[in-house]
């Protein structure tokens, strides 16, 4: 597999003699891939995967963190992201959330 003009991640799904299934890291989505079969991936910006296979052809297997979907997506429309800043962002938003949702009840 070379890329969307070939088989894609088709061939890829076939050829996966000595790839892990271990999570090897978490990527962000830097642009848009729509899923043309089964077994690839859409993404949106911004959609956090964990990356459990890659591939030599440049296609990555992941998970998304947001709704588990799995599949294949092209490794140039992601980049490495820190997990462990992502959920202390996370938490962060929702403890805020959290705090004024609990203001705004006793306030009324």
Known sequence: PVG??????????????????RPVQTVRA??????????????????????????ESGWWEGCAVKGARRGWFPSNHAEATDAQAIVQVEAARASASHGSQSLSRRST
């Open 30 to 55: 830097i642009c848009a891939f729509a899923a043309q079969r089964p077994h690839e991936l859409s993404l949106a910006v911004g959609d956090l995967v964990v990356v459990t296979r890659k591939h």
């Open 4 to 21: 969307r003009e070939g088989s894609g991640a088709t061939s890829v799904v076939s050829d996966l003699s000595g790839v892990s299934d």
